[in-house]
C-alpha cells in the first residue's frame, strides 16, 4: 500500500508570495491532518479534514487555510508568506480503529524557505 | 498551554546505556502514541498503549501507559546510534491528538 505523499519537497518562496502544498493520503484513509514543524515550536497542528469537512483547526491565522477533495486529497494555503512561515510542513493521513483511536500516517513534509 | 509535556526535551548519552523519557499530562487520554522521527523525514509511529498500566515492548523498547491513562514513558534498554531520533508522544482525545514537544534523542558511539 503506498504512503502518504507530498509534494513538492522543497520550496523557496520570497515574502508575500503565495504558497498551496498538496497531500494524497494513504488509500482508504478519509481524515488528513496538516501541521506546522519548527525547531523551536516542535510540532504545531494547523487543522484537520474528513470528508471535505474541517473537522479541527489550530491556532494559526486566518492566512493559512486548506482544503480536501472528493478523493481525499488535500491541499494547504498560505498566502501573504512571512519569514516566520519557514518550516517543515508534515500532512498526515488518519486511519480511525474499532477502538477510536487515530493513528497518524506521516508523509515526508514539504521543507518550505521564505527569503 | 502545553497539555502533553515531554521530558527531557535533550538527551545524548553513550551507546550501550539506558533511558527513560517521559510524557506527563493533567489530562485523561483515550490512549497514548509514541512515534520517532528522523531527519528530513515525517514521524513513524512505534506503537499506541490503549489500557490503563498496559506495558509494550518492541525489541528494547518498553512503552508505559499510566494507570490514570495521564502519563507515558518510554524505556530504552542498551541505546544503539540507530535509535537515535525525535520522539514524540501523542495523546488521544476524541479525534483529536494533543502532541508533546519531543524528546532529542543522540546516540553517541
Known amino acids: 500500500k503506498a504512503g502518504v505523499t507530498q509534494t513538492p519537497r522543497y520550496l523557496i518562496k520570497t515574502r508575500g508570495q503565495q504558497v498551496t502544498l498538496s497531500c494524497s493520503p494513504i488509500s482508504g484513509h478519509r481524515s488528513v491532518s496538516w501541521y506546522q514543524q519548527t525547531p523551536g515550536q516542535g510540532l504545531q497542528f494547523l487543522f484537520e479534514y474528513f470528508s471535505e469537512t474541517q473537522r479541527n483547526k489550530g491556532n494559526f491565522p486566518g492566512r493559512f487555510s486548506g482544503r480536501q477533495f472528493s478523493n481525499s486529497r488535500s491541499e494547504m494555503n498560505v498566502s501573504t508568506l512571512e519569514l516566520g512561515d519557514s518550516a517543515l510542513y508534515l500532512c498526515a493521513s488518519s486511519l480511525m480503529t474499532a477502538l477510536g483511536t487515530d493513528t497518524q500516517y506521516f508523509g515526508p513534509g514539504t521543507r518550505l524557505t521564505v527569503l | ?109
Open chain 2, 1 to 109: 498551554t502545553q497539555l502533553l509535556e515531554q521530558s527531557p526535551q535533550f538527551l545524548s548519552i553513550q551507546e550501550g546505556e539506558n533511558l527513560t523519557v517521559y510524557c506527563n499530562s493533567s489530562s485523561v487520554f483515550s490512549s497514548l502514541q509514541w512515534y520517532r522521527q528522523e531527519p528530513g523525514e515525517g514521524p513513524v509511529l512505534l506503537v499506541t498503549v490503549v489500557t490503563g498500566g498496559e506495558v509494550k515492548k518492541l525489541k528494547r523498547l518498553t512503552f508505559q501507559f499510566g494507570d490514570a491513562r495521564k502519563d507515558s514513558s518510554l524505556h530504552i534498554t542498551a541505546a544503539q546510534p540507530g535509535d537515535t531520533g525525535l520522539y514524540l508522544c501523542a495523546g488521544a482525545q476524541g479525534y483529536q491528538l494533543i502532541w508533546g514537544a519531543g524528546t532529542k534523542l543522540i546516540i553517541k558511539p
